[in-house]
């Protein structure tokens, strides 16, 4: 399965962790990227007290995100956060 996202991490220390979302016009038309980010943000919101402190997250998304369903974002998302050894 090709991945659909993309996952930028730093860890410059901080006090909380924080995100950033990029969604070109690949993904689609305006109404499905605000979606993308949307359900992107979502999945961030509901993983970031897993999350190291003080990390800054920037995740890209791919074309193939705009058929994907939440739960599989929400697991691909998780899936890359775990191999970037960002959750605690």
């Known amino acids: 399965m090709a991945p659909n996202t993309v996952t930028y991490v730093?860890?410059?220390?901080?006090?909380?962790a924080r995100f950033g979302f990029i969604v070109s016009k690949?993904?689609?038309v305006a109404v499905?990227?605000?979606l993308v980010r949307r359900r992107l943000?979502?999945?961030c919101y509901a993983l970031?007290?897993?999350?190291e402190p003080g990390a800054e997250i920037v995740i890209r998304a791919l074309p193939g995100t705009a058929?994907?369903?939440y739960e599989a974002l929400r697991a691909e998302v998780s899936r890359s956060f775990t191999k970037a050894a960002v959750l605690s």
């Open 67 to 69: 058929v994907l369903s």
């Open 10 to 16: 730093r860890r410059p220390g901080g006090a909380t």
């Open 48 to 51: 970031q007290a897993q999350v």
């Open 26 to 28: 690949a993904v689609g």
């Open 32 to 34: 499905t990227r605000n």
């Open 41 to 43: 943000k979502a999945v």
